[in-house]
């Protein structure tokens, strides 16, 4: 056997393990994600509040309103305009924006 034929053999060992290589990683990442999903609860029906909405204010970074489209800083004037029974908290901005919400235009 000459050094080409063992070359041209590990050529294809080598695609091989790396079709391998990344099936493996993406079911590894599926399954972390899916127990990441059961642990918290999602997809399971529970009627539990969400980890990204706070229960007050002491807790929630930025609130909504829960019939608007907009969210706001807890010191934007739009924020005092809305009914304390309508409030939203949310403990960052990312979770008010996952839930749909968009940064008012007048609170930077």
Known sequence: MTIAEVREKCKDFRDVIIIGVLVLASAASFGLGYLAGVEAGQGMGSTELSPLV?????????????????????????????????????????????AGYTLAANCK
């Open 54 to 98: 706070a229960t007050s204010s002491a807790m929630g970074q930025v609130v909504a309103s829960k019939s608007g489209t907009k969210y706001y800083l807890p010191r934007c004037t739009g924020a005092g305009r809305i009914a304390d029974a309508n409030k939203i908290w949310f403990v960052s901005a990312s979770a008010a924006q996952e």
